[in-house]
């Protein structure tokens, strides 16, 4: 499936159904373009069993408050709506996969 972009509108039905990797990401911020491009080699992988989100946190900063977003690039996963997992700064592709596999 392709990356989609999740705003503070529509944050809670895109994460409310299956598992769901959610990028708080940034511009400005270096790691997170460094994510990018791995986060498509995950999506090309297992895009089957991994629905991947991106929120922009200066647009939406409701959605990164609430989910206390401090740091970026924070991943945290959702399996039908609940966080099971997160993972905080820049991880090469065998870490995420294998991060994302254990909750699938």
Excluded at 16 to 45: H, Q
Excluded at 57 to 79: C, H, W
């Amino acid at each position: 499936m392709a990356i989609q972009h999740a705003t503070d509108q529509d944050f809670q039905n895109k994460v409310s159904d299956g598992l769901v990797l959610v990028d708080f990401w940034a511009t400005w911020c270096g790691p997170c373009k460094m994510i990018a491009p791995v986060l498509e080699e995950v999506d090309a992988e297992i895009g089957d069993k991994v629905q991947i989100v991106k929120v922009d946190v200066d647009e939406n900063q409701e959605t990164a408050g609430k989910y206390g977003i401090m740091s970026i690039p924070t991943l945290v996963l959702f399996k039908n709506g609940e966080i099971v997992d997160k993972v905080v700064g820049f991880n090469p592709k065998e870490k995420l996969v294998q991060f994302i596999e254990q909750h699938a």
